[in-house]
């Protein structure tokens, strides 16, 4: 009676142990890495707005008492605060899944593609740009390379990654927004020009630059509202972009909102998922 349910259940595991008994890290022939990810779950879109109190100090000598709000004024804010909340919803990774250990180069797209599209190359960064992201490609282009790879390596499957995987993997555990000086710490922000990759601290998953840099494509398309839906659209006019890039400051790294394409153009890239394939 049983026994078509555990032929179903043994097909389905076998890929799923596969991939989980692969290295933690593995390096594809052209030289890039990528961070094997584990299932598990996080709260996606959970905005709960606080209201402070302005506490002013004495005032100095010769100088008037700074004026305080009247307590109706903070009524109103409590009550606009939690108008704005949102609870968000869980998200389940169920299956395992490599995604880059860094943002794709300007040396791998052309590689790949036999061209260097970026904007940041040659006299217009210090050192070698090849270490640089790619950037000023399109969602269509960033199709385009990852057609290419997929031919050129018979072994694997790349993409990019879902909204979802992407937040998943850019949170590495963290169930709230990450710090501003984490995000200093982290993230390539307020800059002229996109930063070689891994100049900053990795996130606890050894994933670098998910924040700053260049923003990177996705596969969902974008909602029309700052935070993902639980289930996203199968249409839409642009696709989302997810972790900010080298033009923003510390309170525009976050993983939690997105934002859509196509950007600035000169600041937006891309980083693959690589699944492997079953035999």
Known sequence: MYKPFKLVLLLILIPVAQLLAQEPVYTNSIGMEFVLIKPGSMVVGRFQPTVGKYQPSQAEAGKPTPK?????????AEK????????????????????????????????????NPAFFQGDKVEGDSKRHPVESISWKEAQAFIR???KLDK??????????????????????????????????????????????????????????????????????????????????????????????????ATYMTHAAGPGNGFDVGLRLVMEVKPN
């Open 68 to 76: 305080v709000l009247p307590p109706s004024a903070y009524e109103v």
């Open 80 to 115: 606009m605060a939690q108008e704005a909340a949102l609870p968000g919803f869980t998200v389940q990774i169920d299956r395992p899944y490599y995604i880059g250990k860094f943002e794709v180069t300007q040396e791998q797209w052309a590689e790949v593609m036999g061209r």
């Open 148 to 150: 290419k790879l997929n």
């Open 155 to 252: 072994a694997h499957v790349y993409r990019l990654p879902t909204e979802f995987e992407w937040e998943y993997a850019a949170r590495a555990g963290a169930q709230d927004d990450i710090p501003w000086g984490e995000a200093r710490e982290m993230a390539v922000l307020s800059g002229t020009t996109t930063s070689p990759i891994g100049q900053k601290q990795p996130n606890a998953w050894g994933l670098y630059d998910m924040l700053g840099n260049v923003w990177e494509w996705v596969h969902d398309y974008y909602n029309e509202k700052i935070f993902a839906d639980p289930v996203p659209p199968r249409t839409g006019k642009q696709h989302v972009l997810k972790g900010a890039s080298f033009t923003g400051d510390a309170k525009n």
